[in-house]
């Protein structure tokens, strides 16, 4: 038993030079990335994969100005309201539908929609980015973590300590550098919707070339840029023992274009 429908959110945008997304990269060069999020339709429920940014950090000057204190990134919300709430209305769910998330990792593109699911579902992440994120030191909000997101007594975490199936057919598999619990997945799709599936790297390779060209990513923790291709090769190996693609985590062509498939596979 396997998926049976997949949704592509599109949970804001991301300004900023390519080099945060390629190594080497010229910082001149800028891209405006999607910020995404995926709902699966699983034997236990819908399940949401990552849930975009903490509106309340983008609206609030104060707070804007501490959390996004760089010129250099320009995040940028797609309407007025709460981003999850509106994405999940325009393909007829409610927040309410949501079983259970799980989180690639903590940055603030990624985790800032927590605050919909606090004592309501499970959490699954990575315990060792979990850690990280927890640590009492300045470093991870250095690092695009925002602890207000995410240090919340009401969350349930399922905490994983490596490769885990976290529903019926998904998999999550540990790829971390991007952060040091980052986690990509594995989708499988029922039979009964004709089979298949996606690797869905996430921040392991935000763009088509970190996957096709094998380029280290921009943005790592606790490892050297030649240290985030190997991730990207294992994704790679396992999409081609099963004859699925691999899709990047950010990319401003690749995003759009699954949005449209898979919206034409389940006739959303």
């Known amino acids: 038993m396997g998926v049976r429908r997949i949704i592509a959110l599109t949970l804001g945008w991301e300004d900023l030079p390519k080099s945060a997304s390629v190594h080497g990269a010229s910082r001149a060069e800028r891209v405006r990335e999607p910020v995404p999020g995926l709902l699966l339709e699983t034997d236990d429920g819908w399940l949401l994969l990552d849930t975009g940014f903490n509106t309340a950090l983008l609206r609030d000057p104060a707070l804007r100005r501490r959390f996004y204190p760089s010129p250099n990134y320009q995040p940028e919300l797609p309407g007025p309201g709460e981003p999850l709430e509106e994405a999940l209305a325009a393909v007829g769910v409610d927040l309410a539908d949501v079983t259970a998330v799980a989180l690639s990792h903590l940055h603030v593109d990624h985790a800032g929609g927590l605050k919909h699911f606090a004592g309501r579902v499970p959490v699954h992440i990575q315990k060792t980015e979990l850690a990280y994120g927890l640590s009492n030191h300045p470093e991870p909000e250095h690092h695009s973590m925002a602890r207000i997101d995410y240090d919340d007594p009401r969350i349930d975490w399922r905490q994983a300590d490596g490769d885990v199936e976290i529903a019926p057919g ?67 190996e396992i999409a081609a023992r099963r004859g699925y693609p691999v899709i990047p985590g950010h990319d401003p062509v690749a995003w759009p274009t699954l949005t449209t498939e898979l919206a034409t596979r389940f006739r959303l």
């Open 170 to 236: 998904v998999t999550a598999l540990l790829t971390a550098g991007h952060t040091p619990g980052h986690q990509s997945f594995v989708v499988d799709l029922d039979p009964a919707v004709g089979g298949g599936g996606y690797v869905f790297a996430c921040d392991a390779a935000d763009l088509t070339e970190n996957i096709t060209e094998e380029r280290p990513i921009g943005a790592f923790i606790g490892v050297t840029a030649d240290q985030t291709v190997p991730p990207i090769r294992r994704l790679k």
